[in-house]
């Protein structure tokens, strides 16, 4: 079972009808690589001089965990509906709300039967259902490879079939669906739904306009599949090039150019109806270790990290965001405890609740991962996330043992039930904003009007060419002519395709340029070509009159340079295209042409080979700066270079 919520990395159930509403008050009757140093990058980076003002939120300032009630602002109608409904669920239900969990299955009722005998390996339960029925879980969490997001109308039907469960339940409450639809190398639900270039990639467009589009076409689209709480924008700041686990996920390595694109991104979505997640507070862009499977310690001083990290945090915040999700890593200038964000009270309720005056939904990343199960168990982690300030705890490796945490804690007067109250009103608010009280359900048209259309994947493909950069062109190599290099080899890295895309990179790049009038032959060398792939490759160049080259995160002893400079050998033209990492252009200086993508979905590639075809202008810069190979300290490519033909 994979842990993560955020990523490193049919048949339709029977739907409801749209108008279904629902009383919220009576409910229930219905390798070693070389890479740039982190100082260096921070040396880098341009100073931020000023931090973006805190913005207005919906609430007071978070009470005490463990000690105190709801809060005490003056409650309007709704929230009186609200709070009486909480006043009337069991202990169980409480304990249950503050849940997010996966489950296995295309159907919330008919699931495969592998995928029945994984939901009760992992869960002890069969379907969807029965996972509500025995844990009422306020919210359940996609995933392609548990096997929920196969096509649009099964996930729609999916959808209806666990809002019907749970609603016909003794006091049934809707279930907020989320998942994680990052776009670029994150994202749940694939094609035929529009697919947009990643954070990294918009970054380099540098376009709140764009950002705000993707977030509301993103969300248009999600809340059609029934989908109200997306785990996104990453709101991290990539100062790190060595970064494992982030990278081309964050909008790039400057404070306020990601606050920008943080907010406007919020605002395209939060105008959709889909609840927004800024993640992961209180930062993840400087790091080295990948949280899935290591505890990172982030050394940023507080000065620094009012600079740095904080700002696009302020901006969600001042745009209103509706949920913001924690990080499993440790900052002692925060916290000298030594215990990870999403445990830590001074992080979540001292600074995100009390002094940046945030007063909605904090939901833990996936409690699976390493980086939060170090130090306690898995008994231990949601109860102390609970006492942060956590109001969301997503994906327990155990939900059983989780749940029986959490209750035993109330129990024996470890956490107050006014506690759980004052987390499940804010979830509640949360549901009743975006309209599941009203109508839970997705509309059996919507998807057709609504997923994947013509107007929407236009857009991101404009989008996309404006992302693509053109970091090298010496004697104006680029862009190709169909008259004077009319055969083209395409070669290079194939790594697995993001979810719901084509793939492999280098078939699709050499069939976007197929259709733009050349004649491209695909070979896929791999992420470490062999001495005898090597040879075939270059056998192939000498017989075509260019060579289109992805590389996938190039280091110092990677073969892949090797694989380039037999290329370069031959005499044909060669165009590097960076597939993921800008950082590659350090390590392959002899090119004469190198672009990047910062991704490779093939709204990205197609983007790619009209610019290498000359049919747009490249016209992304960079959002990060690439350090010298030879010399991290030295900047070879600064922030904003990027060239135009």
Avoid: C
């Amino acid at each position: 079972m994979p842990d993560s919520s955020t990523g490193s990395t049919g048949n339709t159930e029977n739907a409801e009808t749209a108008e279904h509403p629902v009383d919220p008050v009576n409910a229930g009757s219905t390798g070693s690589a070389t890479r740039p140093s982190r100082r260096a990058v921070l040396a880098a980076t341009t100073a931020v001089t000023t931090v973006l003002a805190a913005g207005a939120t919906a609430g007071a300032t978070a009470h005490a965990a463990g000690t105190s009630g709801a809060p005490s602002a003056p409650a309007s109608p709704d929230d009186r509906k609200l709070r009486a409904l909480v006043s009337r669920m069991t202990l169980e239900e409480k304990v249950g709300q503050l849940f997010v969990m996966r489950v296995y299955g295309h159907s919330a009722t008919e699931p495969d039967q592998a995928d029945i005998d994984a939901n009760l390996k992992e869960i002890g339960v069969r379907t969807a259902a029965e996972l509500l029925e025995k844990y009422r879980v306020g919210g359940i969490i996609y995933f392609a490879w548990a096997h929920n997001t196969r096509d649009p109308h099964q996930i729609a039907g999916l959808s209806n079939g666990i809002q019907k469960a749970s609603l016909g339940l003794p006091r049934g409450l809707p279930v907020l669906i989320s998942t994680d639809q990052e776009h670029g190398i994150v994202a749940r639900v694939g094609t035929p739904a529009t697919l947009f270039p990643g954070a990294m990639a918009v970054g380099a467009g540098g376009s709140r306009s764009d950002a705000r589009d993707l977030g509301r076409i993103t969300g248009r689209e999600l809340r059609a599949l029934g989908i109200r709480q997306d785990y996104a924008p990453v709101a991290d700041v990539n100062v790190n090039p060595a970064n494992p686990v982030i990278g081309v996920r964050s909008f790039g390595s400057e404070p306020q150019a990601v606050a920008r694109l943080v907010a406007a991104e919020v605002a395209g979505f939060q105008q959709s109806g889909v609840a927004a997640t800024a993640k992961h507070f209180p930062g993840h862009g400087d790091t080295a270790v990948d949280s899935h499977t290591g505890f990172p310690v982030i050394t940023h001083s507080r000065e620094q990290w009012e600079k740095l990290d904080a700002p696009p945090f302020r901006a969600a915040i001042a745009a209103g965001i509706d949920s913001i999700m924690t990080a499993h890593l440790m900052v002692p200038a925060l916290d000298d405890s030594d215990d990870p964000a999403t445990l830590s009270r001074p992080i979540l309720t001292g600074i995100l609740r009390e002094e940046l005056g945030y007063d909605g939904v904090v939901v833990t990343d996936s409690l699976g991962m390493e980086g939060v199960r170090t130090k306690y168990g898995d008994d231990r982690v949601p109860v102390l996330a609970l006492k942060a300030g956590v109001d969301q705890l997503l994906n327990p490796p155990s939900l059983d043992v989780a749940w029986n945490a959490v209750l035993t804690a109330v129990q024996d007067g470890e956490l107050t039930e006014a506690r759980l109250d004052e987390s499940i009103l804010r979830v509640l608010r949360l549901k009743a904003k975006l309209g599941l009280f009203k109508d839970p359900y997705a509309a059996p048209g919507g998807v057709d009007r609504r997923v994947g259309t013509r107007a929407h994947r236009a857009a991101a493909d404009r989008i996309a060419e404006r992302t693509t950069t053109l970091l090298v062109n010496e004697d104006r190599v680029l862009p190709l002519s169909r008259r004077r290099q009319p055969k083209l080899l395409v070669v290079g890295a194939d790594p697995a395709s993001p979810s719901g895309t084509t793939g492999p990179p280098t078939g699709v790049l050499a069939g976007a340029l197929n259709e733009l009038g050349f004649a491209a032959t695909a070979l896929s060398t791999g992420t470490a070509p062999s001495a005898a792939t090597i040879d075939r490759a270059v056998t192939a160049a000498r017989e075509a009159d260019a060579v289109v080259v992805g590389t996938y995160n190039v280091t110092a002893s990677s073969s892949q340079r090797t694989l380039v400079e037999r290329l370069l050998a031959t005499g044909r033209p060669v165009v590097a295209v960076a597939i993921r990492n800008p950082y590659d252009v350090a390590h392959l200086p002899a090119v004469p042409a190198f672009l990047t993508t910062y991704s490779w979905t093939d709204v990205e590639l197609r983007a790619a080979a009209r610019v290498i075809a000359g049919r747009v202008e490249p016209r992304g810069t960079l959002p990060v700066p690439v350090q010298r190979a030879d010399d991290p300290a030295a900047v070879l490519y600064p922030v904003g270079h990027g060239l135009r033909y």
